[in-house]
T-cell receptor, first 112, second 112 residues
Framework: QQQVKQSPQSLIVQKGGISIINCAYE??????FPWYQQFPGKGPALLIAIRPDVSEKKEGRFTISFNKSAKQFSLHIMDSQPGDSATYFC???????????FGTGTRLKVLA | EAGVVQSPRYKIIEKKQPVAFWCNPI?????LYWYLQNLGQGPELLIR????????DSQLPKDRFSAERLKGVDSTLKIQPAELGDSAVYLCASSTSPWKQFFGPGTRLTVL
């Protein structure tokens, strides 16, 4: 119930393409879903986050799509750039717990 | 503003030896977290501090792991004795709210 399943494990996209990473959760008590970006040798950094009261959130080239009934959410990176090459983690949390359950990560490589 | 500082960045030790990691959070961040990140996995919470109080240590293996946050600022995570399976990256994060955690670069531990 506490797991967050993330796919794919790795992803290769051409420059300018769309990168899509998917996550699924089981615990319906989760009400906060952030995405973190991690470059080699660095800690994860918050990229974008969504709450289940909206179905989509967009910040620049990054969009989260959220499907509450399916208990799934995804990250879309539009016009992917080589600088986006990193590992992306989805996470889920419940208000008041301060505890994030992270997915296993997706290693994205954007080819120039 | 300065980010979360961790030291050392890398540590190689023999099994059964003790090891300690140090974290200096962002100034003013009352909440401090220690995470364990195994290779190819997302971070897993070990312990969370609110000021100097450990408010969630349910995932900390207390037989060999210990942590402290004296004066509610810097924190130290210790392993004694280290085992081969402890090889991982140990991340420290801090925050002023549960919705955005700022991660340090981590300490990569290798136990031989």
């Amino acid at each position: 119930q506490q797991q967050v399943k993330q796919s794919p494990q790795s992803l290769i996209v051409q420059k300018g393409g769309i990168s899509i990473i998917n996550c699924a959760y089981e615990n319906t008590a989760f009400d906060y879903f952030p995405w973190y970006q991690q470059f080699p040798g660095k800690g994860p950094a918050l990229l974008i986050a969504i709450r289940p009261d909206v179905s989509e959130k967009k910040e620049g080239r990054f969009t989260i799509s959220f499907n509450k009934s399916a208990k799934q959410f995804s990250l879309h990176i539009m016009d992917s750039q080589p600088g986006d090459s990193a590992t992306y983690f989805c996470a889920a949390s419940r208000t008041g717990t301060y505890k994030y359950i992270f997915g296993t990560g997706t290693r994205l490589k954007v080819l120039a | 503003e300065a980010g979360v500082v961790q030291s050392p960045r890398y540590k190689i030790i023999e099994k059964k030896q003790p090891v300690a990691f140090w974290c200096n959070p962002i100034s003013g961040h009352n909440t401090l977290y220690w995470y364990l990140q195994n290779l190819g996995q997302g971070p897993e919470l070990l312990i969370r501090y609110e000021n100097e109080e450990a408010v969630d240590d349910s995932q900390l293996p207390k037989d060999r792991f210990s942590a402290e946050r004296l004066k509610g600022v810097d924190s130290t995570l210790k392993i004694q004795p280290a085992e081969l399976g402890d090889s991982a990256v140990y991340l420290c994060a801090s925050s002023t709210s549960p919705w955005k955690q700022f991660f340090g670069p981590g300490t990569r531990l290798t136990v031989l």
